[in-house]
């Protein structure tokens, strides 16, 4: 069974730095592209951007280029995106995605979600 | 980038009505198009995706259609369980999302 498990809530405060991750199983984890979204509260859906585990080529939404960072490790299955210093607008609900199809064909629909990792940032 | 907008915003409706969402391409995006579905507190799900087929497990009351740059996602018999918000989203540029439908139960 295909699952991404993403890490735990977190709380920070304006200028601090996070990572958060989303691990995925019951598949080949570097033979797919890994996506995240974001959604603000009460609001729609925002592609932030997508790698390629399997030689970590990077693709970022102009919106988000420079704003945050995504990375993987394949030896443990796991993608992360990160934050050098957080702002209160980055209060969020952030879930992975897996692109279905690999390769070169990044833009494909997203047919396996993570849970979700809810960010709060607030002084 | 691509805008999608998407209409309407919410819909209320009865039990066993049909129910009825468009989605409009700032530009032709062949059928790069897919809907997803999301429950309150929840991820979201893909339902359709290629702008009409369906996905594995998906009930065969959820159905899109359309190419270039209009789509129809359609619910053929409104069921209790599919209150949710529905989305669209195209790919056949960098990936963006329609603002999303929200539907309620009349």
């Known amino acids: 069974e295909v699952q991404l498990v993403q890490s735990g809530a977190e709380v920070k405060k304006p200028g601090e730095s996070l990572k958060i991750s989303c691990k995925g199983s019951g598949y080949s984890f570097t033979s797919y592209w890994i996506g995240w979204v974001r959604q603000m509260p009460g609001k729609g859906l925002e592609w932030m951007g997508i790698?390629?585990?399997?030689?970590?080529?990077?693709r970022y939404s102009p919106s988000f280029q420079g704003q945050v960072t995504i990375s993987a490790d394949k030896s443990i299955s796991t993608a992360y995106l990160q934050w050098s210093s957080l702002k209160a607008s980055d209060t969020a609900m952030y879930y992975c995605?897996?692109?279905?199809?690999?390769?070169?064909?990044?833009?494909?629909?997203?047919?396996?979600w993570g849970q979700g990792t809810l960010v709060t940032v607030s002084s | 980038d691509i805008q999608m907008t998407q209409s309407p915003s919410s819909l209320s409706a009865s039990v066993g009505d049909r129910v009825t969402i468009t989605c409009q391409a700032s530009?032709?995006?062949?059928?790069?198009l897919n809907w997803y579905q999301q429950k309150p507190g929840k991820a979201p799900k893909l339902l359709i995706y290629?702008?009409?087929n369906l996905e594995t497990g998906v009930p065969s009351r959820f159905s899109g259609s359309g190419s270039g740059t209009d789509f129809t996602f359609t619910i053929s018999s409104l069921q209790p369980e599919d209150i949710a918000t529905y989305y669209c989203q195209q790919y056949d540029n960098l990936p963006t999302f329609g603002g999303g439908t929200k539907v309620e139960i009349k």
């Open positions: 290629d702008a009409s």
């Open positions: 530009q032709d995006i062949s059928n790069y």
């Open positions: 995605v897996r692109a279905n199809c690999g390769g070169d064909c990044y833009l494909s629909p997203f047919d396996y």
């Open positions: 790698i390629y585990p399997g030689d970590s080529d990077t």
